[in-house]
C-alpha cells in the first residue's frame, strides 16, 4: 500500500498586509470608532427624549421640575429629561438623519 500525503492545511491568520491600516483585518473590524461611540451617544439622547411622562417619569418623581437653587440629584436628572424633550427635539431629528444617511451610503 502507498501512503497518500496529506494535504497540508492553509494558516487561518492572514497576513498584515490584508488591510489597509496595516493591521491583521479582525482587529481593524472590531475597534470602536468615533463614529460608533457617537452613534451610542446619540441612541442614549433618543432614549431619554421619548420617556413619556405620564406613564414613566411620574412614577418615580421626574414629570415636574422643582425651580430653585439647591437642587438634589433627583431634581438634575428631572431638569435634564425635560431639557432633552424640549430643547434637543430638533437637533436630534437632525443627527439621525445624518446617521442615516452615513449608514445608507457608507454602511
Known amino acids: 500500500q502507498v501512503a497518500v500525503p496529506r494535504r497540508q492545511r492553509e494558516p ?13 483585518r ?6 470602536i470608532g468615533l463614529v460608533h461611540l457617537f452613534e451610542s451617544g446619540l441612541l442614549m439622547c433618543n432614549a431619554a427624549a421619548i420617556l413619556n411622562e405620564k ?3 411620574r ?12 437642587m438634589g440629584p433627583k431634581n438634575q436628572v428631572a431638569n435634564f429629561l425635560q431639557a432633552m424633550r424640549t430643547l434637543m427635539r430638533y437637533p436630534l431629528v437632525a443627527m439621525n438623519m445624518l446617521v442615516i444617511l452615513y449608514e445608507m451610503i457608507l454602511g
Open 12 to 24: 487561518i491568520h492572514r497576513a498584515a498586509s490584508d488591510s489597509p491600516l496595516g493591521r491583521p
Open 26 to 31: 479582525a482587529l481593524s473590524t472590531m475597534a
Open 55 to 57: 406613564r414613566f417619569l
Open 59 to 70: 412614577k418615580y418623581g421626574l414629570a415636574t421640575v422643582v425651580p430653585g437653587e439647591n
